[in-house]
């Protein structure tokens, strides 16, 4: 049987400070007060992992107490001001409890740490009262051997979640806070990033990726998906959204082989899928698509430990076309999409509002796409089902849970990376994406991929097999 308790660690002499808070965080703090209480942890990011063999429980409780100190996200506060705007305050001192669980007996630390994990994740974050960080540990015999991390998206997106996650490592491993301070630079600390944000050249920033956000507005259909179309006699439209997931094994070196023959990344590959899914579905020839960009090309940022992800918008003429031509035209087309997505989202949302109000027609973006591959995995839920067999190598489609409905919301569509299989996890507006749609579209990318993938394997074989003709022809 385990035993809880509750340790705390004590912080001082951090940095300290206060100022407005970064487009990032006022963006995340914005969407999660619009979510019912019930939906909020959904925004927490999350990961748990086992210790093994096992760290002494003060080495990991020194390593939390020095990450205290590199990052200050992790101390910092977020309170309202009044007009809609948020200011951060970074605390120079406090406390950070740790949720203490030893595996006595017959406990296993990974099933115990499971457990402890979900409970962490399944509460949502005061910003305004409590710093943005949990920590979870379960111990045997005084070694450390699961750690699970919650923090509110307010203070880290998935890549900063993820340089999180390695700082702590080395600092676990002994490195000390000062090398790795050299390490990690640039990474800008919140406050320095709001004082950019404020200056005359984070201001032109703004304002020009606003200017090409809206004229892509101007320029995309201002419906994609029509509704569905309800039978009197049948039940009323679901008041959940459900959530499909994909899981593919020929997925991963599928997406690599697309990616070398078209001379694109990874990721513009599995955009193409979903703007040419998009418009098939929706019956027409181009596709609208939010994309959630890192933002961490910026030097400034590239080892922030913080929240500066950001929407970009994607918009493709001729998504019907053939699929390798859609690969390349994404691809160029996702390079404009990334560079303009660092703004004020709130000075847009006020653009937006405006424009609507006069009644200019905009474009549709209800559909969101995230490739979350190279972030840190969350840990698995225990409702989510039985974990897959490594070695099965067959295509599954589950239906893990379904979420409280997200108005504006046509589909959400994330990219997420395993050992063993690449995963395509969507939820939708059943009335407008129905499960059997919902089907044809994570299969259809699928197939789309796969297909262009045995074009390539073929064009390599032809290639080398001319390549050793050639080569034996010259030596006859």
Same mark, same amino acid.
């Given at each position: ?308 992800? !950001?929407?970009?918008?994607?918009? /493709?003429?001729? %998504? #019907? *076309?053939?699929? $390798?031509?859609?690969?390349?035209? @994404?691809? =160029? ?110 299969? !259809?990318?699928?197939?789309?991929? /796969?297909?262009? %993938? #045995? *074009?390539?394997? $073929?064009?390599?074989?032809?290639? @080398?097999? =001319? ?10």
């Amino acid at each position: 049987m385990s035993t809880r308790q509750l340790l705390e660690i004590a912080f001082s002499s951090g940095r300290s400070g206060s100022g407005p808070a970064t487009w990032g965080q006022q963006a995340i703090w914005d969407a999660v007060r619009r979510l019912p209480p019930a939906d909020a942890p959904r925004y927490n990011i999350t990961t748990a992992a086992p210790l093994d063999p096992g760290l002494p429980l003060p080495v990991v409780l020194g390593a939390l107490e020095q990450l205290l100190h590199l990052h200050d996200s992790l101390h910092t506060r977020l309170l309202p001001d009044g007009d809609g705007r948020l200011r951060q305050v970074v605390d120079p001192a406090g406390v950070l409890s740790v949720e203490l669980a030893d595996a006595a007996g017959a406990d296993d630390p990974g099933e115990l740490g499971a457990r402890l994990h979900a409970e962490l994740a399944a509460r949502a974050f005061d910003t305004g009262e409590q710093w943005p960080i949990r920590v979870g540990v379960v111990t045997v015999d005084g070694l450390a051997r699961h750690i699970s991390l919650v923090l509110s998206h307010t203070a880290v997106d998935g890549s900063g979640m993820s340089r999180l996650v390695a700082d702590l490592t080395a600092l676990s491993l002994g490195t000390s806070p000062e090398e790795l301070a050299k390490l990690r630079e640039p990474g800008r600390q919140p406050l320095e990033e709001a004082e950019f944000q404020t200056s005359e050249r984070g201001v032109r920033r703004d304002v020009g990726a606003r200017k090409q956000f809206v004229r892509k507005l101007r320029l995309g259909p201002p419906r994609l998906f029509p509704p569905t179309a309800q039978d009197p006699l049948s039940p009323p439209p679901a008041a959940t959204f459900p959530n499909a997931v994909l899981r593919s094994p020929a997925l991963p070196r599928a997406v690599e082989r697309v990616a070398g023959a078209h001379r694109v990344s990874t990721s513009s590959v599995l955009l193409a899928a979903a703007a040419t899914m998009t418009a098939r579905l929706a019956g027409t020839t181009e596709a609208v698509l939010n994309v959630v960009v890192n933002n961490r090309f910026l030097p400034e940022l590239t080892n922030a430990v913080s929240v500066v992800a !950001g929407d970009g918008l994607f918009h /493709l003429p001729d %998504a #019907g *076309a053939e699929f $390798g031509e859609v690969v390349r035209r @994404t691809h =160029a087309a996702a390079i404009g999409t990334y560079r303009h997505a660092y703004y004020d989202k709130l000075a847009l949302a006020a653009e937006i509002a405006a424009a609507t109000a006069e009644g200019v027609e905009l474009a549709d973006r209800s559909c969101v796409f995230n490739d979350t591959r190279e972030l840190v995995p969350a840990a698995p839920d225990p409702g989510d089902g039985p974990t897959p067999d490594p070695g099965d190598d067959r295509t599954t489609l589950s239906w893990p849970v379904e979420f409280e409905p997200r108005p504006g919301l046509t589909y959400a569509l994330d990219a997420l990376q395993s050992p063993e299989a690449l995963s395509l996890t969507m939820t939708a507006d059943p009335s407008v994406l129905p499960r059997p749609a919902m089907e044809r579209f994570l299969y !259809g990318m699928e197939e789309l991929i /796969l297909t262009e %993938a #045995g *074009a390539a394997a $073929g064009t390599e074989t032809a290639a @080398t097999a =001319a390549t050793a003709a050639t080569g034996a022809a010259a030596e006859a």
